[in-house]
């Protein structure tokens, strides 16, 4: 149902191998995505970012999570290392058919971005009636053996 493809992903992974230590790094937004039950949960890991700076976009089946984490050290701060990565982050993930893209829920708690989205009602399982000769309904309970 979550279309897994991200050509993008890679290429961060390579520049990131490529770069020596202390350099300038891309951002990255690590993700766990499971399903449970009628629902698919995805959980974006940001620590240290102000929910206020996270903006979640789904435009046809694409949804777009972006987010900032920015750090000026004071005037009176020396600087001895500074390894987390600063600036903006973005993932996008592709939405199948099958989920309701109109009520997905977020909520951010711990460093965690955390989205429910639904399973939309035409993709779930369901019965089929099956009528036998002249309209004769054969039980649902007959067709479960």
Avoid: C
Wanted: no cysteine; aromatic share 6%.
């Amino acid at each position: 149902m979550l279309m897994r493809f991200d050509p993008f992903r890679d290429f961060d992974r390579l520049t990131q191998a490529l770069l020596p230590q202390g350099a300038a790094r891309p951002t990255s937004m690590p993700m766990d995505a499971y399903r449970e039950g009628d629902q698919f949960i995805v959980e974006f890991d940001l620590p240290g970012i102000d929910p206020g700076s996270i903006d979640l976009t789904v435009e046809k089946n694409a949804l777009t999570v972006r987010a900032q984490r920015t750090w000026e050290p004071k005037e009176s701060q020396e600087v001895l290392i500074s390894e987390r990565p600063q600036g903006t982050f973005t993932r996008q993930l592709f939405l199948g058919e099958g989920l309701d893209a109109d009520n997905i829920q977020a909520s951010y708690d711990h460093g965690v971005l955390r989205l429910t989205i639904p399973v939309a009602e035409q993709a779930k399982p369901r019965k089929v009636q099956i009528t036998a000769g002249e309209s004769r309904a054969i039980p649902a309970s007959a067709t479960e053996a």
